[in-house]
């Protein structure tokens, strides 16, 4: 039997746009001849994803799940909005959450983990041929806490767990798991409805600090103000600037009076029963920073029909 190398697999896999681990079953099933492994594939049907793997994915489910002290969130692609109702695709897209919270967040070790006699890659291919639209695993993330809890939510709900956006918040603590896990949906609910860009400001970027700083200080020396006086103005500018974009500084969406995600927090200590402390949150919304592709309709059936 011919030797299967990776350089043979990774051909396959750049010929066909089939996932690995079915390159390399075709490959061994055809001793490593590559024609006869691109007809393999076709007969199973693989090749109809190769066909549609160029095709722009911006739709599909956003799922979110977690047990415990750890949880994952992922993006599953689509190319319209209708597959998302779909239930092998809303199957498909819950059963990726599940590996992702076994193996990580590192897409080639979903992508090869085994789901019964195939493995994430060779589903998602499966699930291409069967419905007819391109799909891709975009993304991953994950949170895990040695103590304390891992919430989670999902806005606009398709199923339960899956939607169009999804949020993971860690907690640590040592209080009550149940009041923490009430409080981690709230806080939850809270990042996907103010989209906070860090947990505080040393977790911005300092690129897109600087750019504020720069912008602030170009806007008062265009109204005069003297260059004495801009750094002070500047700073005062930044604090707010941070109190928009920064989660524990933000106000408090459940709370009325204003308070800071930060003092709600040491609020809530008293009824948990131990310190709070937010280690982390993962925010996805279903296809942002994916350029969708327009067409004119009209322009379309015009231009099959031979017309101008």
């Known amino acids: 039997m011919a030797r299967i190398t990776a350089g043979m697999v990774k051909e396959l896999r750049e010929t066909t746009g089939v996932g690995m681990m079915d390159c390399k ?44 002290t750890k949880g994952v969130v992922v993006e599953v692609n689509s190319e319209t909005d209708f597959v998302a109702r779909n239930e092998q695709f809303q199957g498909l897209v819950k059963m990726i959450a599940q590996v992702a919270l076994k193996v990580g967040a590192d897409l080639d070790k979903i992508n090869a983990a085994p789901v019964g006699s195939t493995t994430v890659a060779g589903a998602i291919s499966d699930a291409i041929a069967t419905i007819g639209e391109n799909m891709t695993l975009r993304r991953a993330a994950e949170l895990s806490v040695s103590q304390g809890v891992v919430a989670s939510y999902i806005h606009n709900a398709v199923i339960d767990g899956a939607g169009k956006m999804g949020v993971i918040v860690a907690l640590e603590s040592t209080g009550k798991a149940d009041e923490l896990a009430t409080i981690g949906r709230q806080l939850a609910m809270h990042v996907a409805a103010a989209n906070p860009q860090a947990l505080d400001p040393a977790g911005l970027d300092p690129a897109v600090v600087q750019r504020e700083r720069d912008v602030m200080a170009d806007k008062y020396r265009q109204q005069g103000k003297p260059e004495n006086m801009i750094e002070k103005i500047v700073e005062n500018g930044l604090k707010t600037y941070y109190k928009e974009v920064c989660l ?44 969708k592709q327009t067409s004119d309709f009209a322009a379309e059936v015009a231009a099959a029909s031979g017309q101008k």
């Open 248 to 291: 524990l500084e933000q106000a408090y969406i459940h709370d009325e009076k204003g308070k800071s995600v930060a003092q709600a927090i040491k609020e809530a200590e008293g009824k948990v029963g131990g310190p709070i402390k937010i280690t982390g949150f993962v925010r996805y919304a279903l296809g942002e920073g994916i350029e």
């Open 25 to 68: 079953q075709a490959l061994n099933e055809n001793d490593g001849n590559m024609e006869a492994a691109i007809d393999w594939l076709r007969k199973k049907g693989l090749s109809k994803a190769a066909k549609k793997a160029g095709r722009v994915a911006a739709e599909g489910l956003i799922g979110a799940l977690v047990d415990g």
